[in-house]
């Protein structure tokens, strides 16, 4: 066989095994978890196709002379060993779970296949409890006490039981808490093996990417030359803006804004967290409207208005109802609805009805053009119940911490007489005093609710300083328009650097550039800043963190890069604001929560970090393959092939920074979950990624050679990107879908 067959035949495998992967994503949507990790994951012919790949690569690279380069034959010989180690994983270990009562003992497990495996000790439940974040619901561990044959296990979220090779991890748990599930692993020798070409591969990426021998040193020379044409780019933005003039039923009550804002710094426990009712207010408000703020009022006077002068914002047209069908039902003119819209002449709900029939019927189509209405419905109806208003904290019989809202009945519990009369009457004071305009009234039940919450609640509550940040980082938060903004002048700093402008012109086009880059780097730093403080984790545990962490991270590399490619300050901020964009329409309010314990460990944010890192790269180098591709429409060789070398230079840290942040991924699965790889969907589309993104490092690829194939290959690949983030959160089924 000669080389070049082997070339190709290599090729071949690996990009059916690409569609192999991305088959399996799809059907396991359709089929299940269970049906592909039989039919494909688990499969002989499966793993036969990566033996045969690893085979012939290997072969590959001693024909190549490889070992003339050390640090590309440890990179290769690296992926070798990962996967030995996922072939010893395939072929010794075993899988199952465990389920115990407290002072029960068993000494098998029941496999996934549903046979029994004996381990040859005996477990024994000792204990089992849920931890909880101070003063709340919200658990921050589960923790099971177990014994091996007389030993003590302990097992939690981010912690495994290990005894005789076995493995253990939290699974569930009973709802009397006398019982808990644990999945069990068995790989003697799959992990081991595995972690040593993680090391391997790290060592090898970082020797690769400064060695003096690498071509990236190349192109990085060839990137930094001077020449080339400009990016034509049309762009058309279009913003609409409906508003509706609210129907005044009656006076409105005038509430002192002071007054509503020492109300919005009262704590409560909300979102299974205790922050101040300002977050609660800014949720409210947002999800009924589209915004924090409605008619120059800001959430605290809103959602204060809501809560003392119901009779009033009951007619105001503040609900936002986007459904044609939805509108129709509730008789509306447009989109905007009072909460009175949805009740009929007889003191019904004008939608249980056809709500009830689309769930009869299985009308999908119905039951999602009615659940947004619904849902602002309910939200309003959560006020009233007391949902968001949890203020007034009680030590229940077993001496746990809880809250009630005013007017709800204390069950679990007791207080002094004198306590229960102001828990169950302050409120009604306060709503006298801002109705009748009694300000220094008010402002003195205010402070005398929050002092009660601090003798009830001491150590629990929020400081005043974290409460201030809080509200300090709603408010920053709340300012949408920046990111319009920022998009707004990133595109027309693309459009004028396409344009033939004097030297003194451009000079000061590329100063306002620097300039936008450095405001949008102040500013999303301090959104993850403030973030950070109030949720107690690093921002980076889901989708609306994520982006506009990427965000920062791409202004961070633009701002690094900027002075020797010009081109990258140019799209760096475009980028950036896209980002923001997408996290702001994917979630228009979201929520700072409890990190769930599974979400606690640090080789998360780790992980999410360097990904984001690479994928910021790939969007640079999209947007750089987008100039590319004019370039040479144009005729423009030189600016072509420097953008070419521009992208091969960027393609060694992007890669590794990829590889590296799955690794991690891997090594933080393997603690949590007691496996390294679960051909979750985001797992999977993630190695395609690392694959597809690899593919041009192979200098011997003769299609990539010309500069317009590279720049077309790179434009296509971060579709795959696309999928990876989007794809895999919101249209295939997995794990990862929180993020």
Known sequence: MTMNKLKYGILLLTALLIAVLMTATIVESSKGTPFVAEHIYGSTWFVLLWATIATLSTVYMGLSKLHRRPWLLLLHGSLMVILLGALLSWLTSDSGTIHLRQ?????????????????????????????????????????????????????????IGQYAGYRFTQSGYDSDMRGTTLGVYYDPWGIAVTYLGYVLLLVSLMGTLFSKRTRMRSYYHQALQKGGSKLTVAVLLALTCMTAIPTRAQEQVKIDEGVARNFGNICVLYNSRICPINTVATDFVTKLCGRPSWKGLSANEVFAGWVFDVPYWETVKMIEVKDKHAQ???????????FSDFWNQYNEYKLEKPLKQ????????????????????????????????????????????????????????????????FVKKSMDFLAEAVITGNTPRAEELVDKIADYQQIRAKGVIPCRAAIYTETAYNAVNAQRWTVMVYLSLSLVLVIVSTLRLAERWQRRCRQLTRGLIVVMVAHTTLLLGLRWVVSGHLPMSNGYETMQFMAWATLLLTLWLQRRFEVLAKFGPLLAAFALLVAMITDSNPQVTQLMPV????????????????????????????????????????????????????????????????????????????????????????????????????????WMRPSWHLHLYLLLAFLSVLMTYFGANYFLAGFHSYA
């Open 103 to 159: 002072g029960q003992s068993t000494s098998t497990l029941v496999k996934t296949d549903g046979l029994v495996r004996d381990m040859g000790f005996r477990l024994t439940l000792k204990d089992f409890h849920v931890d909880y974040y101070p003063g709340t619901d919200a658990p921050v561990d589960y923790v099971s006490r177990l014994t091996a044959d007389h030993e003590t296990v302990d097992i939690s979220m981010n912690h």
């Open 328 to 338: 129709a039902l509730l008789g509306l003119s447009d989109k905007w609805a009072s």
């Open 358 to 421: 689309a769930a009869l019927s299985g009308d999908k189509k119905l039951q999602k053009q009615l659940r947004d209405a619904d849902e602002k419905f309910n939200i309003v109806r959560m006020l009233y119940g007391g949902e968001m208003l949890k203020m007034f904290p009680y030590k229940n019989r077993q001496g746990k911490l809880s809250w009630i809202a005013p007017g709800q009945p204390m069950t679990d519990g007791t207080l002094p007489e004198k306590e229960l009369y």
């Open 599 to 702: 979400l606690q460990s640090p080789l998360l944010s780790v992980h999410v970090m360097v990904i984001m890192f690479a994928y910021a790269l790939f969007g640079l180098m999209a947007l750089t393959a987008i100039q590319g591709l004019v370039a040479h429409r144009q005729g423009h060789q030189a600016t072509e092939d420097q953008l070419a070398a521009l992208s091969r230079f960027l393609l060694y840290p992007a890669v590794a920074l990829l590889a590296i942040g799955i690794f991690i991924g891997a090594v933080w699965a393997n603690v949590s979950w007691g496996r390294y790889w679960s051909w979750d969907s985001k797992e999977t589309w993630a190695l395609i990624t690392l694959l597809i993104y690899a593919a041009p490092l192979h200098n011997d690829l003769q």
